[in-house]
């Protein structure tokens, strides 16, 4: 059975660091692009990150670009978010997700485009 698990989550002061995990089960990540979603309460979920299967490429959504780093380990079966410089907006519960292919069918572009999710795990910015 294919299951992605987030863990990571965590309440952090503005300016704080939080590495988030995301560990596969049932598939291997090599075949698959894979990204970070995240949805603030209230608001419609929105694309992170996104790294290609192989994790030569990598994109992120301005409002993250040069404070967040994703990474990935298929070896281990495992992706990561490192994000720094933590701001309360940054607030939401954060969601792997995986796409078939080495970019997915648009590198993440949307998550309609994703095809397997994780339950998600919360991030809490606060002071």
């Known amino acids: 059975q294919l299951q992605l698990v987030e863990s990571g989550g965590n309440l952090v002061q503005p300016g704080g660091s939080l590495r988030l995990s995301c560990a596969a089960s049932?598939?291997?990540?090599?075949?698959?692009?894979m990204g970070w979603f995240r949805q603030a309460p209230g608001k419609e979920r929105e694309g992170v990150s996104c790294?290609?299967?192989?994790?030569?490429?990598?994109k992120y959504a301005d409002f993250v670009q040069g404070r967040f780093s994703i990474s990935r380990d298929n070896a281990k079966n495992m992706m990561y978010l490192q994000m720094n410089s933590l701001k309360p907006e940054d607030t939401g519960v954060y969601y792997c997700?995986?796409?078939?292919?080495?970019?997915?069918?648009?590198?993440?572009?949307?998550?309609?485009?994703?095809?397997?999710w994780g339950e998600g795990t919360l991030v809490t910015v606060s002071s």
């Open positions: 997700a995986a796409d078939p292919g080495p970019y997915g069918k648009s590198f993440c572009r949307t998550a309609d485009d994703m095809d397997y």
């Open positions: 049932g598939f291997q990540l090599d075949y698959y692009a």
């Open positions: 790294i290609s299967s192989s994790g030569g490429s990598t």
